[in-house]
């Protein structure tokens, strides 16, 4: 899986990824992985221990809840699913996370000229 | 909020099941990538390997999920605390002292908050306490003032800033036919230890009844029900209006068992009949400081004959203070404006007023805002000494606790090579304090809810019964106890910070090989607390002596000569005989009964009257020669003086055993006549005819125009007394001193009565009080008289009250403060003992004997002792000659109190000192040089 092309996960960027590939509809903790590299198109490198971790933490928060239930092929496996206070966060930090993006480039885009 | 109550409720009490369903779902993860690197060609296992690897650690991931659901805080604390409990029990010894400690800081910290909150802070149990005003008339010598009659009127009729004005004047007393004579119970315990007594009634004769008048708009501006019938009403406080009165639950509670059909019926106070209107709630107070028998309107007073309605209606006759409520909006600051102009009016249309009287208007939500500049003095005192006690107990634990971690340096250190945090290892050492903290919080709760329950009860114990029901709240509350744990967990951090941050910075590898205890090392450390134990000795040398003095000269103080005989003198008094209604013919008739039915109980030699009593019953009055002009300026021996004076019966002087220097006492046939003599002090004589023969000579006693006096109080006026006798100079007015001027006149036996009667009895008066008070019952069933041996009167002088009080609180304190500072030593010296293992080793070895050891720790114990005793003794002298200039009977350089206590306190910090020293003693020394 690993690619020369692949980028860094930026700080705290991992619990915005689970929440949006978790919108998308319920998975276990593996498909998650395999959904963000898919929408990701495998430029992203996401250690698959720490996954689980933020995973635990988004629960606690009560952003996600889990259940256990049947894999694709027929194993017992625990589904997480977005909370209506998960989809609330989701919306907001989309929202910021825009922003950010747009005041950075912006930030960047500058020239000496234009300071 | 609650989905994580409820993940961590499933974290701690599902734990087994939590863990298994981590290790399913993360196994799980790595089959199910397994499986997809199978179907991409791997062989399974190069597959298995690969996915394993990729995962990372799946014991460090599982303890990272542990982390983020919180599950590790609950499993760590319990660890923590648990291993705490642990190591607390493993050292009782250290626990006991630490709890102890705590326990009494934190014990008495919440005793006094508990106390100025329920006297001072805790809002009136009434309708919005918060717009209720108190009026106060001000002049230079009083801030607290009341008013008269009049003046309240014009303040209520012409004020714009109160919706209601009403007047509350303070317990006058009453007596009642139809309740049986009560006596007093049990002498108070602690009052009695402290040797402070009140004046009690004579058991026996006719007790009195606590009753508050108050305006008729009073209740109404309260806004309370009543549990039976109603309050009083504006229509009840007319001078026509028919007697009525409203009783408290508890009078009704105590004395008629909750009787039912009591509104309605009929009490005869002071022989008037008076209609029951109602009962209030019980420990219903008002504004006022505690629960009375009875209330009733002011116009009642009148009806009593307390007070005469033109007294009432006179501006010279001080009634009761005016308490109001604020109109919507109107803040105190505007009325206080409004009320200075009324006062201004009031001024002007008086011209013969002072013109310094004007008015304070204060909150009335609690007594907070009416308290004295000397009482704030001794509130902050008493907090500051009670916030330092605390502070002085977290100090002597956190020493404890640096004394052990430096037992416990290697503990630690070896954990902190194993790999635990730093911050994981403070929790732990923070856990531990706050346990001690805990557990001292608990024991000091009902600890001080006991102190209170005793104070109150002891203080309700020692005021007669007709003062009025204490209803101060003390039970613990929510508040307080949130107090409590407040106080002991920031005691536990603020006490387990340092030691802990100290502990945890130890060097692992010097820790280990125990080179923290070099020779230099101990001196920067111990200096700090050094000068803690001195200044702590210098503190407790300072309350203890002090408290020494102040004890031992109030004892003296009983045994001053006063001029007169005391210990063997009953002090009789009725209480508000005027109350009875009697007419002057039956009053006179009384005494006389009274001074023979008492002459002849076997034991009295003689029985004496006079207007007023030589302690606590003195009155000032104008005195000056009467050849010299009124009063000019300038201080010749001519200039008028106060005295103080009493109209008294002949056999006064032998009755009291003071002796007549000069010329004679009157004769029955001047005290008849009320002929124009006067027997003098010999100081007043020394006054105003220094080396002079007074005899014969002429003074002018009294003023033409009397100023404001109390009720039923009548100052003499004679304009040229003839002087026939000097007596021996008394200590009267103050008891600490001779009074400069004492004047006696005669009293007519067949023309004037008093109040007071003076015993002279063969044996202990306190024999023959019972005695006296059924002969009081037999002359008049319904006269209360209070009777006591003169002596207790000296115990209700403020001298003698604030030295007893003061020296018993000062020793408390300091006993206190002395059991701290040597839990201080005995920190300091098994600290250093501790640390010193290694170098004591090495000396034995070297060939030091034990007591040469124990010589060397002592030593260094002791010197920071020795250096604060030093300093409390020459403090002590200071502060004490300060006293002595204040009160009576106390000898300021009194060698027993200073040696003696610096001695005891000597002796018992040696034994702190000795204690853990001895320990360095057992010291092995081949066992100390190996450790490890």
């Known amino acids: 899986m690993a690619n020369d092309k692949q980028l860094e996960l930026l700080q705290g960027t991992l619990d915005l990824l689970i929440l949006k590939a978790v919108s998308l509809g319920p998975f276990h903790g593996y498909g998650i992985l395999l959904r963000i590299q898919q929408i990701s198109k495998d430029r992203l490198e996401i250690q698959q221990g720490s996954l689980y971790p933020a995973l635990y933490r988004l629960e606690d928060r009560g952003l996600i809840a889990s259940e256990w239930g049947e894999s694709e092929n027929n194993r017992k496996a625990k589904f997480y699913r977005l909370t209506a206070s998960g989809k609330r966060k989701l919306q907001t930090e989309t929202e910021n996370w825009n922003r950010m993006a747009d005041v950075i480039a912006g930030v960047l885009r500058t020239t000496p000229e234009e300071v | 909020m609650w989905n994580r109550l409820r993940s961590w409720l499933r974290a701690t009490l599902q734990r087994p099941c939590v863990e298994r369903e981590m290790d399913a779902e993360l196994h799980f993860h790595i089959d199910a990538y397994t499986e997809d690197l199978v179907r991409t060609g791997l062989s399974r296992e190069e597959a298995t390997r690969r996915a394993r690897i990729e995962f990372g650690g799946i014991e460090q991931t599982k303890e990272q999920c542990r982390d983020a659901s919180g599950l590790n805080v609950v499993e760590s604390f319990i660890q923590d605390s648990r ?187 002071d022989g008037v009949a008076f209609t029951v209107v109602g009962v209030t709630p019980v420990d219903y107070m008002g504004t006022a400081p505690d629960v009375p028998s009875l209330w009733a309107p002011v116009s009642a007073s009148v009806h009593l004959g307390s007070l005469s309605s033109r007294e009432l209606q006179s501006r010279h006759v001080i009634v009761g203070g005016p308490q109001g409520r604020l109109k919507p909006g109107v803040s105190f600051s505007d009325a206080q404006a409004e009320l200075a102009v009324l006062a201004a009016q009031i001024r002007a249309s008086n011209p013969e007023d002072k013109a310094k009287e004007g008015v304070a208007v204060v909150p009335g939500r609690n007594d907070f805002a009416m308290l004295e500049p000397m009482e704030w003095a001794l509130i902050t005192a008493a907090m500051a000494a009670v916030v330092l006690l605390l502070l002085i107990a977290c100090a002597n634990v956190a020493s404890l606790m640096l004394a052990r971690s430096a037992a416990r340096r290697k503990e630690i250190a070896l954990r902190l090579a194993l790999g635990a945090g730093r911050w994981r290892l403070l929790r732990q050492l923070l856990t531990e304090s706050i346990l001690l903290a805990v557990l001292a919080g608990a024991i000091a709760l009902p600890l001080s809810s006991w102190m209170l329950h005793l104070l109150v009860v002891q203080i309700a114990s020692a005021l007669p019964s007709f003062w009025g029901t204490i209803a101060l709240k003390v039970s613990p509350d929510i508040r307080i106890f949130a107090f409590t744990l407040l106080v002991s967990c920031v005691a536990g951090v603020a006490f387990g910070l340092a030691p802990a941050l100290q502990a945890s910075k130890a060097d692992v590898n010097s820790a280990l090989k125990e080179e923290g205890s070099a020779f230099g090392l101990r001196m920067s450390r111990s200096r700090l607390r050094g000068f803690l134990i001195a200044s702590q000795m210098a503190a407790c040398l300072i309350l203890l002596i002090n408290s020494a003095l102040l004890l031992r000269g109030s004892q003296r103080a009983l045994e001053i000569n006063l001029g007169y005989e005391t210990r063997r003198i009953a002090y009789l008094e009725m209480y508000n005989p005027a109350n009875l209604h009697y007419p002057q013919e039956k009053m006179l008739q009384m005494n006389r009964s009274l001074v023979q039915g008492i002459a002849s109980i076997p034991g009295v030699e003689s029985v004496a009257q006079a207007s007023h009593g030589p302690i606590g019953g003195g009155r000032w009055i104008e005195i000056a020669p009467a050849s010299s002009a009124p009063p000019t300026s300038g201080n010749g021996p001519s200039e008028p003086t106060g005295a103080g004076y009493s109209y008294v019966s002949a056999n006064y002087f032998e009755t009291m055993g003071i002796s007549v220097l000069q010329g004679r006492v009157f004769t029955r046939a001047e005290a008849e006549a009320q002929e124009p003599v006067a027997i003098i002090s010999e100081a007043t004589a020394k006054r105003f005819w220094p080396g002079q023969d007074a005899i014969g000579k002429r003074l002018r006693i009294g003023s033409e125009n009397q100023g404001m006096s109390f009720p039923g109080e009548k100052e003499p006026f004679v304009a040229g007394s003839e002087v026939i006798g000097i007596a021996g100079d008394v200590h009267s007015m103050d008891l600490s001193k001779v009074d400069e001027s004492y004047v006696y006149l005669p009293l007519s036996q067949t023309r004037q009565w008093t109040s007071t009667l003076l015993v002279r009895t063969e044996v202990d008066p306190t024999l023959l009080l019972p005695m006296i008070g059924e002969e009081v019952r037999r002359v008049d069933p319904s006269l209360p008289v209070l009777g006591t041996p003169l002596n207790v009167m000296i115990s209700t002088d403020p001298n003698f009250v604030i030295s007893r009080v003061g020296g018993a609180l000062a020793s408390v304190v300091g006993v206190l403060g002395l059991l701290l500072a040597c839990m201080g030593v005995y920190g300091l010296v098994s600290y250093s003992v501790a640390q010193r293992t290694r170098e004591i080793g090495i000396r034995m070895a070297l060939g030091a004997r034990s007591i040469q050891v124990l010589r060397l720790v002592m030593i260094e114990g002791f010197r920071p002792i020795l250096a604060g005793m030093v300093i409390g003794v020459v403090a002590s002298a200071g502060i004490a000659r300060l006293i002595a200039t204040t009160l009576f009977g106390l000898n300021p350089m009194d060698a027993v109190s200073f040696s003696g206590v610096s001695l005891l306190l000597g002796a018992i910090a040696l034994l702190a000192t000795y204690l853990p020293a001895r320990r360095a003693m057992r010291i092995e020394p081949m066992m100390a040089l190996r450790h490890d």
């Not at chain 2, 329920?118 to 230079?140: E, H, Q, S």
């Not at chain 2, 402070?196 to 009073?218: D, E, H, K, R």
Request: charge should be neutral.
């Open chain 2, 83 to 269: 291993f705490g409990l642990r190591m607390l029990a493993k050292n009782p010894g250290f626990t006991t002292v630490a709890v102890l400690t705590l326990t009494l800081g934190i014990g008495i910290c919440t005793t006094v908050f508990t106390a100025f909150d329920a006297l001072l802070l805790r809002p009136r149990a009434v309708k919005d306490p918060d717009d209720l005003a108190f009026v106060f008339r001000t002049t230079p010598e009083e801030p607290h003032g009341r008013f008269s009659y009049p003046d309240y009127i014009y303040y209520r009729d012409h004020n714009k800033s109160f919706s209601d004005l009403a007047l509350f004047a303070f317990g006058m007393v009453v007596t009642s036919s139809e309740l049986p004579a009560t006596g007093n119970g049990a002498a108070p315990r602690v009052a009695g230890a402290i040797g402070f007594q009140l004046p009690q009634l004579l058991q026996g004769s006719a007790q009195p009844i606590g009753c508050f008048f108050v305006s008729g708009n009073y209740f109404p501006m309260l806004g309370t029900l009543p549990v039976q019938g109603r309050l009083l009403q504006p229509e009840d406080d007319q001078p026509s209006s028919v007697p009525v009165v409203l009783m408290s639950g508890n009078f009704w509670q105590r004395a008629f068992h909750s009787d039912p059909k009591i509104v309605g019926s009929v009490l005869h106070l």
